[in-house]
């Protein structure tokens, strides 16, 4: 799937684009696709389509907080605006790589993590109070969404 295609297809279960927030989740991740034996290109959230050379989580709508760049990257060779991951070298990292967003790759996908935004200093949520109703609002939402994503699919003509 193109970029776009990926980021619909992870809404659509329920969930958005993957965004590494750490180097920490980075190597767990990696982790992950050394032993499930992934080295297909994955799409993450990551782009700078709004403005060259600022990259934003388009899952968070901020900038990234953490990116592992593929040596000489980002590089936006003919505009490249949307940020794969990859296993690279012999030691099979995992590593960022700015690429065209209508390149077909796998997409990458996440669950919310619903404690997400109660910690963000810039959240007019603050007290524990509100931060519960938000998570308890973002757990409907997703609820939500996964119900629309089944009942579109039941609903499917068949004939
Ligand atoms: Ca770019
Ligand atoms: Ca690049």
């Known amino acids: ?62 900038p990234l907080v953490f990116v592992k760049w593929l040596s000489n990257n980002p590089d936006n060779q003919l505009n490249e605006d949307c940020i794969e991951g990859r296993m690279q070298g012999n030691d099979k990292t995992l590593q960022m790589n700015d690429n065209k967003c209508e390149h077909e790759y796998y997409a990458f996908c996440q669950y919310r993590a619903t404690t997400m935004h109660c910690s ?15 998570n308890i609002a973002e757990a409907f939402t997703q609820a939500a969404d996964m119900h629309n994503a089944c009942t579109q699919h039941t609903l499917q003509p068949t004939a």
């Not at 963000?120 to 938000?134: D, H, I, R, W, Y």
Request: proline share 1%; net charge negative; charged share 20%.
């Open 120 to 134: 963000a200093p810039t959240s007019l949520m603050n007290s524990n109070e509100n931060c519960m109703l938000k």
């Open 1 to 62: 799937m193109n970029w776009f295609e990926s980021y619909n297809y992870c809404r659509s279960i329920g969930g958005d684009l993957l965004n590494i927030e750490s180097q920490e989740e980075l190597q767990a991740l990696q982790k992950y696709l050394l032993e499930i034996n992934i080295e297909s290109q994955l799409w993450t959230d990551g782009n700078d389509l709004a403005r060259e050379g600022r990259y934003m989580s388009h899952t968070t709508g901020r």
